[in-house]
């Protein structure tokens, strides 16, 4: 007979069907110290609450560009300034591809926006592939 510890456990099959995960990716990233499962019965890993909150937290690390290996150094780390460190550095790289992305947004508006048939012969275009190529 189940107990009810036993009904608010989950096995890795249900955790990565939640979350939409092949169950290889849960098991590396307990290789890499990222999850904790218990054991119980023949070795079978079991999570519980905590354990969601922690996949989602890694999941929306790694949607904001984390490494694992960042996301193990700040779950790991108690010092909030190293923490604040990855952040920072997360931060710097996050505000540089933004601002790639809006340049390219400019880009693909002025494109569609553009009256000449191959949008490539536009001087306004020719222009900016001057700056990127420094001519």
């Given at each position: 007979?189940?107990?009810?510890d036993d009904?608010?456990?989950?096995?890795?099959?249900?955790?990565?069907r939640?979350?939409?995960?092949?169950?290889?990716?849960?098991r590396?990233w307990?290789s890499m110290g990222?999850?904790t499962?218990?054991?119980?019965?023949?070795d079978?890993?079991?999570?519980?609450?905590?354990?969601?909150?922690?996949?989602?937290v890694?999941?929306?690390?790694?949607e904001a560009?984390?490494?694992?290996?960042?996301?193990?150094e700040m779950?790991?780390?108690?010092?909030?300034e190293a923490?604040r460190?990855?952040?920072r550095?997360?931060h710097?790289?996050?505000?540089?591809?933004?601002?790639?992305?809006?340049?390219?947004?400019?880009m693909?508006?002025?494109?569609l926006s553009c009256?000449?048939?191959d949008?490539t012969?536009?001087?306004h275009f020719?222009r900016?592939l001057a700056?990127k190529?420094?001519?």
């Open positions: 007979m189940k107990s009810s009904d608010a456990m989950m096995s890795i099959g249900e955790i990565a939640r979350f939409g995960l092949p169950t290889h990716v849960l590396h307990e990222l999850l499962p218990a054991r119980v019965r023949a079978r890993r079991r999570y519980d609450r905590d354990h969601l909150y922690r996949v989602a890694i999941l929306r690390a790694k560009g984390f490494s694992l290996a960042d996301i193990r779950i790991a780390t108690g010092d909030p923490r460190d990855i952040l550095r997360r710097a790289d996050l505000t540089r591809r933004v601002a790639q992305a809006r340049s390219s947004l400019h693909i508006e002025c494109a009256d000449h048939e949008f012969g536009c001087a020719q900016t700056e190529i420094g001519v």
